[in-house]
Nanobody, 120 residues
Framework: QVQLVESGGGLVQAGGSLRLSCAAS????????MGWYRQAPGKPRELVAR???????VYADSVKGRFTISRDNAKNTVYLQMNSLKPEDTAVYYC??????????????WGQGTQVTVSS
């Protein structure tokens, strides 16, 4: 079955950088899009960035100019380059994929999450 695995989280000081990776595996026919969400304690999960099959991108206003989403289609992998990190970026980051597998309609799949902590 389809599985998403995130990596690259960790602890950094404010102003530092991290690069997150998400690799999708399993019976995947095609992608509508892949993206990153994050959730901090006591706050709702929010969209951080998304990239569609056509290459279009969407970013949360809070990360524009600092984060960049990219993909490697051959590896079914999406990346999130995070620069100029701020303490308010601290959260668990979740990978999401909207894709076709063995069903006739696309479905959402989620990774287990990776912790990003930015110290002041």
């Amino acid at each position: 079955q389809v599985q998403l695995v995130e990596s690259g989280g960790g602890l950094v000081q404010a102003g530092g950088s991290l690069r997150l990776s998400c690799a999708a595996s399993g019976n995947i026919l095609s992608f509508n899009g892949m993206g990153w969400y994050r959730q901090a304690p006591g706050k709702p999960r929010e969209l951080v960035a998304r990239i569609t099959s056509g290459g279009g991108t969407v970013y949360a206003d809070s990360v524009k100019g600092r984060f960049t989403i990219s993909r490697d289609n051959a590896k079914n992998t999406v990346y999130l380059q995070m620069n100029s990190l701020k303490p308010e970026d601290t959260a668990v980051y979740y990978c999401n994929a909207d894709l076709y597998s063995d069903r006739i309609v696309p479905l959402d799949y989620w990774g287990q999450g990776t912790q990003v902590t930015v110290s002041s």
